[in-house]
C-alpha cells in the first residue's frame, strides 16, 4: 500500500463502556493496533472479559489493574508478561493524533 494512502487511525467503540475510541494504525504491521482486542492477549478468539472482545484502553487498564484474577484466568503467563512490559513502556496508551 502506498504510504500515503495508509489511514491514520480508525475509530470503533468499545464493548465494554460503548465510548468511541480512536484505534492506531501502525505502519510497521501494516494494520490496526491489536492492543485493543481481547484475544491479542488470550491467543484464544473464544475467551472473551465480561463478554467483550474490542476494549479502549482505559478499560484495557481496568481489566488489568481492577480485574486481576480474571485476567490472569484467561491471558496465558507470557501474554501477561508482555502486557505488564508494554505497560512498563508506555505502549498501553490512547491513540493520539
Ligand atoms: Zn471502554
Redesign the pocket.
Known amino acids: 500500500m502506498n504510504k500515503t494512502l495508509q489511514p491514520k487511525f480508525k475509530t470503533e467503540i468499545?464493548?465494554?463502556?460503548?465510548?468511541e475510541?480512536k484505534r492506531g494504525w501502525i505502519p510497521n504491521l501494516g494494520k490496526f493496533s491489536n492492543i485493543n482486542l481481547i484475544s491479542h492477549w488470550t491467543r484464544d478468539e473464544s475467551k472473551t472479559w465480561r463478554g467483550n472482545k474490542l476494549?479502549?484502553v482505559?478499560?484495557l487498564l481496568e481489566w488489568y489493574k481492577e480485574d486481576k484474577t480474571e485476567f490472569k484466568k484467561i491471558v496465558p503467563a507470557n501474554r501477561y508478561q508482555t502486557f505488564a512490559n508494554y505497560i512498563s513502556r508506555g505502549l498501553i496508551k490512547e491513540y493520539k493524533e
Do not use: E
Open positions: 468499545c464493548d465494554n463502556c460503548k465510548k475510541f476494549v479502549c482505559p478499560c
